[in-house]
């Protein structure tokens, strides 16, 4: 029988916890032996929890208790969930999470630790939540040279944009909504802001392209910016408006990841991947193109997820599973206003001071019968970002975002 730990008791650790318990028959007929909680740690109290007996307050009970060979990480950030983590895989002790901060930040350090020990540090929920995206990529695509990856990578902004696009709700009433119906976070920040996109396509890069990204390489811009006239503009072009997280190869070794708000024509299909719906899109040499979609986020569906990495773990404890990258160096991940794209442009000024900027065509003005005096909004012809800079430098300009054809 294998033992864990859990670390960490609010949502995801209690989804998992509650997984194991009601999945016992698949879980231990799948990991050919039995899985069962021997602590869960959490500093908090939780009388009348069905696993209070098994909720210890002191982690190092856990580190010297031989009886446990995997720990799972459902504490969140790069503080504590840092120390355990890093204490437990020194200990010869397994871990698995679904802390995509942790791994996006220290994920080299800890893997190369990981690999001392003989253990396994496993983060399948990190990215998509309940999606499988980290396996395909390193199994199922292993026999292909990985050109780009990008993605729905955020439940909560998705939700908010859904909102925005079907039921033409402001940002803020939208992000009333998601709280309420409790997808955000109390504080969202770094949901809107972008940050945890950033930190998904930062791992997603690492095991596409092989070499660390450091998450604050990655530039980053939220949905804050974008405002109902934006999501008026892009439906009468035929676009809906989604924060994607992109990475690609760029020549040289070197890479350009970033995150940011993206025009796609509404006939693809990740246009129509809405609410707190994720997905991944995948260019490899040999497969062309796929995508994976699912629930990138809840109790549930992570858990999920997290309790897989548990059962291939206690399959792979003689032969640790390989999942490993190298460092980055200076310049690896090239800035993103190098990419050439077409792009969306929102501006306080009338057509006629746009036109002669451009080269004729070169700006395909968007109609919108509500739209304000004075405001006009176009698509530019393929160019590069700092190039467009240039070109708009002294014009108020409302909006900027890249079109993904
Ligand atoms: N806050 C994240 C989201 C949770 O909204 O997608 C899953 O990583």
Redesign the pocket.
């Known amino acids: 029988m294998a033992k864990i730990a859990v670390l960490g008791y609010g949502t995801i650790g209690s989804g998992v916890v509650e997984v194991i318990a009601e999945n016992a028959a698949v879980i231990s007929k799948n990991a050919a032996e039995e899985i069962s909680v021997k602590y869960i740690v959490d500093i908090r109290e939780f009388p009348g929890d069905p696993f209070e007996k098994l909720i210890i307050k002191d982690f190092s009970i856990v580190l010297n208790d031989p009886e446990v060979s995997i720990a799972v990480e459902t504490i969140g950030g790069t503080g504590i969930a840092y120390d355990f983590t890093k204490s437990c895989l020194l200990a010869g002790k397994s871990v698995v999470t679904?802390n995509?901060e942790l791994v996006a930040t220290k994920g080299d350090e800890l893997l190369k630790i990981a690999e001392d020990k003989n253990v396994n540090y496993m983060f399948e929920a990190?990215?998509g939540?309940g999606i499988p995206i980290i396996r395909p990529i390193i199994q199922c695509l292993a026999a292909n040279v990985i050109n780009e990856i990008y993605g729905i990578?955020?439940?909560?902004?998705?939700?908010i944009l859904t909102e925005m696009i079907n039921s033409k709700t402001s940002f803020e009433d939208a992000l009333r909504g998601a709280q309420a119906k409790g997808?955000?976070?109390q504080n969202?920040e770094?949901?809107i802001e972008g940050k945890?996109?950033c930190r998904?396509i930062a791992i997603l890069s690492d095991l596409c392209f092989g070499r660390h990204v450091d998450p604050d390489d990655v530039k980053t811009e939220g949905i804050k910016g974008i405002t109902p006239q934006d999501v008026e503009y892009a439906a009468a072009a035929g676009y809906k408006i989604k924060l994607l997280g992109r990475a690609l190869r760029t020549g040289d070794g070197r890479i350009t990841a970033y995150t940011a708000p993206h025009l796609i024509s509404a006939a693809k299909l990740p246009a129509n991947v809405d609410g707190?719906m994720?997905c991944v899109v995948v260019h490899g040499n040999a497969l062309g193109e796929a995508m994976f979609y699912g629930a990138?986020?809840?109790k549930l569906p992570?858990a999920g997820a997290v309790v897989a990495d548990v059962i291939d773990t206690v399959k792979h404890r003689e032969k640790r599973k390989t999942i490993k990258w190298d460092d980055g160096f200076p310049g690896y991940v090239t800035d993103s206003d190098l990419l050439s794209s077409r792009f969306y442009v929102r501006a306080r000024c009338a057509e006629s001071n746009i036109k002669g900027l451009f080269s004729p065509g070169g700006a395909e003005f968007i109609g919108n019968k509500t739209a304000p005096d004075g405001v006009c909004a176009f698509l530019t012809k393929e160019t590069g970002g700092a190039e467009l800079k240039k070109i708009l430098a002294g014009l108020d300009i409302l909006s900027v975002f890249r079109v993904l054809d």
């Open positions: 679904s995509k990190s990215v939540g990578l955020n439940g909560t902004t998705n939700y997808f955000a976070e969202p770094a949901d945890d996109a998904k707190v994720n990138g986020a809840g992570t």
